[in-house]
T-cell receptor, first 114, second 109 residues
Framework: NAGVTQTPKFQVLKTGQSMTLQCAQDMNHEYMSWYRQDPGMGLRLIHY???????DQGEVPNGYNVSRSTTEDFPLRLLSAAPSQTSVYFC?????????????FGPGTRLTVT | RKEVEQDPGPFNVPEGATVAFNCTYS??????FFWYRQDCRKEPKLLMS???SGNEDGRFTAQLNRASQYISLLIRDSKLSDSATYLCVVTRNFNKFYFGSGTKLNVKP
């Protein structure tokens, strides 16, 4: 199993550009989520999904869109990038079932918006 | 008010020392608690869950105090490899997870 994979690893965008951060998992996990991590701050939840076709907002959803058409993939879209979106983005997934709450994280995407 | 607060540190300790971190959470409805470890520029990884009765995993002990709304992590006999940032995580509904900003630990030879 590859686990949780994210692409790209690094990205530089200009203000106003759009892009999609890719996240995929091969563990058949129903729950997937996106976080951003800024210096001196913990991870903050952007959006999450409990299964294909179901998404919901986290703490900091503004400026980001998600969709979940398959169990494996959970892309994060920035429609019009802003310097405030410069951050490290982590995707995570966790297994289904009661009492299983360990999240498996991807290696992260480091995004800079100039 | 932040959901989860941690002392950012750093905690600088010699090898073999015992070190303890605390974390406070603001919402009394929080149901589950975890400690994650994050190495520099890497993704977080689960260190241990925190149970109401307290739990131990080798050199690591986690405690939960619901009345005072804090959780703690104790590391005994610190190793150089324990150097990392330790993240406190809480959840109310198992879909939204709230992370603290982390406590940095440096274990020195």
């Amino acid at each position: 199993n590859a686990g949780v994979t994210q692409t790209p690893k690094f990205q530089v965008l200009k203000t106003g550009q759009s892009m999609t951060l890719q996240c995929a998992q091969d563990m058949n996990h129903e729950y997937m989520s996106w976080y951003r991590q800024d210096p001196g701050m913990g991870l903050r939840l952007i959006h999450y999904s409990v299964g294909a076709g179901i998404t919901d907002q986290g703490e900091v959803p503004n400026g980001y869109n998600v969709s979940r058409s398959t169990t494996e993939d959970f892309p994060l879209r920035l429609l019009s990038a802003a310097p405030s979106q410069t951050s490290v983005y982590f995707c995570a997934s966790r297994p289904p079932g009661q009492g299983i709450y360990e999240q498996y994280f991807g290696p992260g995407t480091r995004l800079t918006v100039t | 008010r932040k959901e989860v607060e941690q002392d950012p540190g750093p905690f600088n300790v010699p090898e073999g020392a015992t070190v303890a971190f605390n974390c406070t959470y603001s919402n009394s409805a929080s149901q589950s608690f975890f400690w994650y470890r994050q190495d520099c520029r890497k993704e977080p990884k689960l260190l241990m869950s925190v149970y109401s009765s307290g739990n131990e995993d080798g050199r690591f002990t986690a405690q939960l105090n619901r009345a005072s709304q804090y959780i703690s992590l104790l590391i005994r006999d610190s190793k150089l490899s324990d150097s990392a940032t330790y993240l406190c995580v809480v959840t109310r509904n198992f879909n939204k997870f709230y992370f603290g900003s982390g406590t940095k630990l440096n274990v020195k030879p």
